[in-house]
């Protein structure tokens, strides 16, 4: 059985078989904090002998070799792949060098709430509930405005708890705050 790697620069993941979604979405296996990079932007289906790259209809597009490719396209080590702006490289790993990555995977470092511009990780939508919790709104008041769930509010409030590093109403005032969302009374 093959093993393959993918190198992002800084660290590299091991590509255990199964599929790896690419994308700034949470549910992603593979997270990467860019505005150029979809929610749900590509995948890698790993097989053991093979690995192939699929577009997931992003926005920004996949290019493979410098090549836009539609749809997807099997790779070979050593091809050079860019989501977005982020550029990888596919890399097969001799056994020896798998004893530096353990049997797992290592998981994509989560996008730091304190980098330059921490609410890039957010959807749109996303961005409306942070704005309105902000503001001191009650969740249901949340849900009423727009036209949903309390339900669905909790589950995006929940999202903004894992996305931003946040755990209660005041560590959302202070990211809101500190990004000027929120403008302190002067």
């Not at 929610?39 to 597009?61: C, F, K, M, T």
């Not at 797992?104 to 330059?116: H, I, L, N, Q």
Request: include cysteine; hydrophobic fraction near 35%.
């Amino acid at each position: 059985m093959r093993q393959f790697l993918l190198d992002l620069g800084d660290h590299q993941v091991r590509l255990a078989p199964g599929v790896w979604r690419i994308g700034r979405d949470p549910v992603c296996e593979i997270r990467l904090a860019s505005e150029t990079v979809s929610r749900r932007h590509a995948r890698l289906r790993v097989s053991p002998d093979q690995v192939r790259l699929e577009d997931e209809g992003s926005r920004n597009g996949v290019r493979l070799n410098g090549e836009r490719i539609y749809g997807g396209a099997n790779l070979a080590p050593g091809d050079r792949f860019a989501v977005g702006s982020i550029e990888m490289r596919l890399v097969e790993a001799d056994a020896p060098d798998l004893r530096r990555f353990g049997t797992g995977t290592r998981p994509m470092p989560k996008p730091d709430a304190r980098s330059e511009e921490p609410l890039a990780v957010l959807s749109q939508r996303e961005r409306v509930v942070f704005d309105r919790l902000a503001h001191g709104r009650t969740q249901r008041e949340v849900a009423e405005e727009l036209g949903v769930s309390i339900k669905t509010v909790e589950t995006y409030r929940a999202r903004l708890g894992e996305k931003l590093g946040v755990r209660t109403r005041a560590d959302l005032v202070r990211v809101a705050l500190e990004t000027g969302v929120l403008k302190p009374d002067a």
